[in-house]
């Protein structure tokens, strides 16, 4: 498929555990973003990639939340000890350049118990 | 700084009535403005968006939305409503002029139901 792929579809964590949920963006696209979707809210961005180089984090709501792109293209968001609040929606999107437009994965759901 | 507000968090409408969802924006910049729809378990998908060309703005599926600049408004609209047309509508600004993204900066949403 050509599309933003997500993996898993669906996480159940326990409180305190840790998470990594992973991005595989379109092929060529140099620019890659997380945003975090609450129930009955929309999406916030949470941080950006250009390959490799991480150039805004500002949304990233603690040191809790890292993400990585080590080779510039497979992106991975992880959240370590997890807390209920961070039940969520979590999004990725690639585009050709920062500027283009961005297309979606469809979303890993997170649950923390 | 840049934000939308989305008017109306539910629309109902009967198949083949016309689609409104209102939006407004507040934006420090010319900004750029952007309609996503989010149907259950896909992907968000670009509708449209306004890259100060011209103020009226069509996209897929037939939707359109009008740039009013003295109004802070980009109102999404459809004609006639078709039974697909049920998802959840977002709408987007970032800072970026010329149609250009970046961070996007999404409104609350808008789910739209259409009756038989």
């Known amino acids: 498929g050509a599309g933003v792929s997500q993996s898993p579809r669906y996480k159940v964590a326990k409180r305190g555990q840790d998470v990594a949920l992973r991005c595989d963006p379109i092929?060529?696209?140099?620019?890659l973003f997380w945003y975090q979707q609450a129930l009955g809210q929309g999406p916030e961005f949470l941080t950006y990639?250009?390959?490799?180089?991480?150039?805004?984090k500002s949304g990233l709501p603690s040191d809790r939340f890292f993400a990585e792109r080590p080779e510039g293209s497979v992106s991975t968001l992880k959240i370590q000890r997890t807390q209920q609040e961070d039940s969520a929606v979590y999004l990725c999107?690639?585009?050709?350049?920062?500027?283009?437009?961005?297309?979606f994965g469809p979303g890993t759901r997170l649950l923390v118990l | 700084a840049q934000s939308v507000t989305q008017l109306d968090s539910h629309v109902s409408v009967s198949e083949g009535t016309p689609v409104l969802l209102r939006c407004n924006y507040s934006?420090?910049?010319?900004?750029?403005l952007f309609w996503y729809v989010q149907h259950p378990n896909k992907g968000l998908q670009l509708l449209l968006k306004?890259?100060?060309?011209?103020?009226l703005v069509k996209g897929i599926n037939g939707f359109e939305a009008e740039f009013k600049k003295s109004e802070t408004s980009f109102h999404l609209t459809k004609p006639s409503a078709h039974m697909s047309d049920a998802a959840e509508y977002f709408c987007?600004?970032?800072?970026?002029?010329?149609?250009?993204?970046?961070?996007?900066?999404f409104g609350k949403g808008t789910k739209l139901s259409v009756k038989p």
């Open positions: 999107a690639s585009s050709l350049t920062v500027w283009s437009t961005q297309y």
């Open positions: 092929s060529g696209h140099v620019s």
């Open positions: 990639f250009q390959n490799e180089a991480q150039l805004d």
């Open positions: 934006s420090s910049y010319s900004p750029s």
């Open positions: 306004y890259t100060s060309a011209a103020t």
């Open positions: 987007v600004v970032t800072i970026g002029g010329g149609g250009s993204q970046g961070n996007l900066i």
